[in-house]
């Protein structure tokens, strides 16, 4: 690929680079190292009780880190969030192979050691766009949140606040402190 050309979402979808996390921005190829131990721990323990809450109250589906979702198209976004939920109504019957056409509900990204903040407000800024409702941006580091919804409004909560899904994930409660 040389320096004017731009990656498609099945160009990326076909690459293979082991042990690196991947996203395309704009048809450019983006390229991490994988998360540390406490960013995994932290989307793992969240991830788990997003699922428990959909699956008992049969709300949707719930992917896990690092599963593409195409944002854009000519030239193409690919972004990957740590947890993503998709309401009942929106999942579709039969998958694609490949990456999801479509934005989740929620996005959450869990902020690892290579995260730059211009980097993360830019990726908000595209699952909003893209039609994403809430999105959460925790931080492990300060052990806050901040939470970001489709009205534009936002909040930061503090280690001892919770986590609500409002009416993207009704009745999920997740106090911060539960999460370290």
């Excluded at 004017?4 to 048809?27: C, F, V």
């Excluded at 479509?102 to 800024?125: F, G, R, S, Y």
């Excluded at 941006?137 to 909560?157: F, H, I, K, N, P």
Aim: glycine share 8%; proline share 6%; aromatic share 6%.
């Amino acid at each position: 690929m040389g320096e004017t050309s731009l990656m498609t979402a099945e160009e990326l979808l076909r690459l293979n680079l082991p042990d690196k996390r991947t996203e395309l921005i704009r048809g450019r190829l983006v390229v991490r190292d994988p998360g540390g131990a406490r960013h995994g721990a932290v989307a793992m323990q969240l991830g788990y009780r997003i699922m428990a809450h959909a699956e008992a109250h049969d709300l949707g589906r719930v992917y896990a880190a690092e599963t593409g979702f195409k944002l854009e198209s000519d030239p193409d976004t690919v972004r990957a969030p740590d947890v993503a939920f998709i309401a009942k109504h929106r999942v579709p019957e039969v998958e694609p192979r490949g990456y999801a056409g479509w934005a989740p509900d929620l996005a959450v990204e869990v902020l690892a050691h290579d995260d730059h903040p211009a980097e993360t407000l830019e990726k908000i800024a595209q699952w909003l766009k893209a039609g994403v409702r809430l999105v959460w941006v925790v931080d492990s580091e300060q052990r806050t949140a901040r939470v970001y919804r489709a009205d534009g409004s936002e909040a930061l909560l503090g280690t001892n606040e919770t986590l609500d899904g409002e009416d993207v994930l009704p009745g999920f409660r997740c106090p911060l402190a539960d999460l370290w």
